[in-house]
């Protein structure tokens, strides 16, 4: 056995007791570096792999608290909040018929009785200033289908402006008419977002 270490190693018969003794160093060397490269190698790719799912996970807070729950016979797609107030929600419905939209509102709360919003447009009107400058939306909103609404959200203070990446929870309303029956306002659905 010693004698092929010898020859692993590079001498031959003739080589010293002093180099034979270098040999089993320069084996158990390389051993523990192909240890180290092989499995320092895994280990620097599993390290890397928890670390990369731990800032991911941490930092996107946006889905751990951002949500919009809509009443019955409403649904919410995409919303969004930008630091001057402006709302922008999809809103689908289902009743069976066109609703034609009076106004929408958006408020950090209701009003006493919890049919209104309490700021802003409390009577969930289409005025032009409870509105971004592109205007509320579409008038029709068919069922089944979605449309996206714009409109200011308002809270004790006014316009509720806030700061990129902070909270804003709040309510929307519905101001629609069916055909056949009278105009009615219902709060369409609560949600939770971060300023954009």
């Known amino acids: 056995?010693?004698?092929?270490?010898?020859?692993?190693?590079?001498?031959?018969?003739?080589?010293?007791?002093?180099?034979?003794g270098t040999a089993g160093i320069r084996i158990r060397g390389?051993?523990?570096?192909?240890?180290?490269?092989?499995?320092?190698?895994?280990?620097?790719?599993i390290?890397?792999?928890?670390?990369?799912?731990?800032?991911?996970?941490?930092?996107?807070?946006?889905?751990?608290?951002?949500?919009?729950?809509?009443s019955p016979g409403f649904s919410c797609g995409y919303y969004f909040l930008n630091t001057s107030g402006a709302f922008s929600v999809q809103i689908a419905q289902v009743s069976g018929t066109t609703a034609t939209i009076n106004g929408v509102a958006c408020a950090a709360a209701p009003n006493s009785t919890g049919d209104?919003?309490?700021?802003?447009n409390t009577a969930v009107s289409s005025n032009a200033i409870f509105y971004p400058a592109v205007g509320m939306g579409s008038a029709l909103l068919y069922s089944g289908k979605a449309n996206t609404y714009d409109m200011y959200c308002y809270g004790p203070g006014g316009m509720?402006?806030?700061?990129?990446?902070?909270?804003?929870?709040?309510?929307?309303?519905?101001?629609?008419?069916?055909?056949?029956?009278?105009?009615?306002?219902?709060?369409?659905?609560?949600?939770?977002?971060?300023?954009t």
């Open 1 to 20: 056995m010693k004698a092929l270490l010898d020859r692993h190693a590079g001498y031959g018969r003739g080589a010293t007791s002093a180099m034979r």
């Open 160 to 195: 509720s402006k806030g700061i990129y990446g902070n909270s804003y929870a709040g309510y929307v309303w519905l101001n629609y008419t069916i055909p056949g029956y009278k105009s009615q306002t219902v709060m369409i659905a609560t949600f939770n977002t971060k300023y």
């Open 30 to 45: 390389q051993a523990a570096l192909d240890f180290l490269i092989s499995y320092g190698f895994v280990i620097l790719v």
């Open 116 to 120: 209104r919003p309490a700021y802003g």
């Open 47 to 70: 390290g890397i792999a928890i670390a990369i799912l731990l800032v991911f996970s941490t930092n996107n807070s946006y889905t751990e608290t951002s949500f919009c729950n809509p």
